[in-house]
């Protein structure tokens, strides 16, 4: 069997036209697609705004800056996810207080968010892990109004995920996305912000574009604008925008491929003991199908993979508040996300992963955990 890679970039010629449309218009920052895709994106989550921004992480402290969290307000983050997730809050200056995970899913959850609440909490960030919906996000989203707290999703994840068919990033204030190249589709780097909430809308298209107040487009005299407050340079270039478009146009089927592909999993795996998994979801986007091995021996089969060419990865191998940064102020224990981080193996689940692949990754890992 050849390698088989642990994502792949689903990139096609029409997209290739039109990114060389934008090379050869001499226009290369946010424009034309920048517009298109961002009016696509709205429609295709359901929100109402939607902007485009350099990374997800810039568009999570764009959020947090519009929400006016500062260095007297803490923001609970769940001990389970990459560390950009806790490092956008503290850019603002806030106290991250982190909260232990559902070890099935990786994702936080109702029960945890009470144990942790008090009255210095200001905002709570959910992540949904793997393109998991976070199943308690009702619940939450009712206790964070009921007591004035601003609820952020980080869906990173979770491009075509959805809760009772409504798609993640809705129940919340904001909600960033990511374009990263592993994610379901990509620029390479890039992400996005949705909202419901105008006022916070606009707030934040100021805040990612130097804090100038009006877009190139709206200028009736190039170059004539004004500043009313500090901003920053977390724009997407058109080139990019350009590569996106044409990718969410035709993203329900890919999507579609992709939850085929868990189903596939899910079937040749079933009947080992040794691997567990979530069971199917249909509102899963599969941004990777994860499952979990005994932390005795993880880590050795992940180099055997390696070894045989089967690309893998783990979401995350270290829970946030044990990295070096945050364990200075953090020395509390985090069951839940420390079993999470020593079992999970990620397996790719890109659209044109073949059966015959599948069966292949399968039969080996059965093979390595008898």
């Known amino acids: 069997m050849r390698q088989i890679k642990f994502s792949k970039v689903d990139i096609i010629k029409d997209d290739l036209v039109k990114v060389n449309k934008v090379l050869k218009s001499g226009w290369l920052t946010h424009g034309k697609y920048t517009r298109l895709f961002e009016e696509k994106f709205k429609k295709y989550t359901g929100a109402n705004y939607a902007t485009t921004v350099s990374s997800c992480t810039a568009g999570l402290h764009l959020i947090f800056l519009a929400l006016g969290i500062s ?24 106290k991250i207080k982190f909260a232990d995970v559902d070890l099935e899913t990786g994702n936080i959850t109702f029960d945890e968010i009470k144990k942790n609440f008090d009255k210095t909490l200001k905002a709570i960030i959910v992540v949904h892990m793997s393109g998991i919906p976070v199943k308690d996000i009702k619940k939450i989203q009712s206790f964070c ?8 999703e980080d869906c990173a994840h979770a491009i075509g995920s959805r809760l009772n068919q409504q798609h993640v990033g809705n129940f919340g204030d904001a909600a960033a996305f990511s374009f990263y190249p592993t994610k379901q589709i990509t620029a390479g780097e890039g992400g996005a912000v949705i909202s419901n909430n105008k006022k916070l809308f606009a707030k934040i298209k100021k805040l990612k574009a130097f804090g100038i107040d009006t877009d190139i487009k709206d200028r009736k005299i190039p170059g ?8 920053y340079n977390f724009r997407m270039t058109d080139f990019q925008a350009a590569l996106l478009y044409t990718q969410i146009k035709r993203y329900n089927s890919k999507l579609k491929k ?13 009947d080992c003991k040794n691997i567990n998994f979530s069971n199917f979801l249909d509102g899963n986007s599969y941004f990777i199908f994860q499952i979990f091995v005994d932390e005795k021996i993880r880590n050795n089969l992940i180099k055997k993979m390696v070894r045989n060419k089967i690309g893998c990865s783990i979401h995350y191998a270290t829970p946030i508040p044990y ?22 193996i990620s397996l790719p689940v890109y659209p044109d992963l073949k059966k015959e692949q599948i069966r292949y990754i399968s039969n080996f890992l059965i093979e390595n955990l008898k």
């Open 145 to 152: 109004k009921k007591n004035k707290i601003f609820l952020v």
């Open 71 to 94: 260095k007297n307000d803490t923001v609970l983050v769940p001990a389970m996810s990459h560390v950009a997730s806790a490092h956008a809050a503290s850019y603002t200056g806030a």
């Open 258 to 270: 992709r939850r085929d592909n868990a189903q596939i999993y899910e079937n040749f795996l079933s």
């Open 224 to 231: 004539l604008y004004n500043v009313k407050g500090l901003g």
């Open 323 to 344: 990295f070096e940064y945050y364990k200075k102020s953090h020395n509390k224990r985090f069951k839940n996300a420390e079993k999470y981080a020593n079992t999970n």
